[in-house]
């Protein structure tokens, strides 16, 4: 399994951008579905974007088309790029890999329980 390391959290104001990355260490980063998944105070986690190995992007319908999911594979980093930010995106945003996973085989592409490796989490505060 992949150890997965979280950076680039921080306050922004609303209609800000933060870019989160997410350092990974391990063999086979090529092999890994990789995605980003957050959790509110108070709500469930949920996911953000999800890419898998060929490249194909899944994004929840709040962050489409303000919400960016890339990835490094020479340095073996995953990136979140997050344009007009609003209250509703402040939460604790967490970066997960799977080895198994293949999201366009599923129903629910986003969902978070197939992933096996995680990182610590980086916050993200959005404030109006």
């Known amino acids: 399994q992949l150890q997965l390391a979280e950076s680039g959290g921080g306050s922004v104001q609303a209609g800000g951008s933060l870019r989160l990355s997410c350092a990974a260490s391990?063999?086979?980063?090529?092999?890994?579905?990789l995605g980003w998944f957050r959790q509110a105070p108070g709500k469930e986690r949920e996911g953000v974007a999800v890419?898998?190995?060929?490249?194909?992007?899944f994004y929840a319908d709040s962050v489409k088309g303000r919400f960016t999911i890339s990835k490094d594979n020479a340095a073996n980093i995953l990136y979140l790029q997050m344009n007009s930010l609003n209250s509703e995106d402040t939460a604790i945003y967490y970066c997960?890999?799977?080895?198994?996973?293949?999201?366009?085989?599923?129903?629910?592409?986003?969902?978070?329980?197939?992933?096996?490796?995680w990182g610590q989490g980086t916050r993200v505060t959005v404030s109006s």
């Open positions: 391990g063999d086979g980063y090529v092999n890994y579905c």
């Open positions: 890419v898998d190995r060929d490249g194909t992007t």
């Open positions: 997960a890999a799977d080895r198994d996973f293949r999201p366009s085989l599923v129903y629910r592409p986003l969902s978070s329980e197939p992933f096996g490796s």
